[in-house]
């Protein structure tokens, strides 16, 4: 992979994923639709499958200086973890517009799960990388869902 790939942005990568996964899965969604996630608590989703069954935040994040751990964005990642165990739903995805690590092409994506899987529970990690067409693009699942810890 090359670490200098092209990106698309945060809005039009939350389009794509949306539109990728109503074909995988054969529903469609609606984007960024609040959830309770609380008592007094509501998060605004990035995707939410009509029937509630599927949930899923994009994060399109790099390394910093493609070589860094961005801690900040890993903080936001963890806090998305936390909003995704407050909901019932049959699938939680994180899609990550992925990126790769210039010195030995590690991917974020992978990072991440590596080193935060153990509190992911029943959420997916998937790599999403954008090509010139949605068929063209490269999606695979990182990390598949576990089971909760606590039940």
Request: glycine share 6%; with cysteine.
């Given at each position: ?21 109503e ?13 309770r ?35 900040a ?39 991440y ?39």
């Amino acid at each position: 992979m090359d670490g200098g790939m092209e990106r698309i942005n945060w809005r039009a990568f939350q389009k794509r994923v949306t539109q990728y996964f109503e074909e995988i899965f054969g529903c469609d969604f609606i984007r960024e639709k609040e959830w309770r996630v609380g008592q007094e608590q509501v998060h605004k989703f990035d995707s939410i499958s009509k029937d509630g069954n599927i949930v899923i935040e994009c994060k399109s994040y790099t390394w910093v200086n493609g070589e860094n751990i961005p801690p900040a964005k890993i903080s936001t990642l963890n806090e998305t973890l936390l909003f995704l165990s407050r909901v019932e739903a049959e699938r939680k995805l994180i899609v990550m517009q992925d990126d790769f690590r210039d010195s030995d092409q590690k991917s974020l994506a992978e990072y991440y799960v590596d080193h935060y899987g153990g509190l992911m529970d029943d959420v997916e990690v998937w790599s999403y990388i954008p090509k010139d067409s949605i068929g063209d693009d490269e999606v695979y699942q990182v990390r598949e869902a576990g089971e909760k810890y606590y039940d």
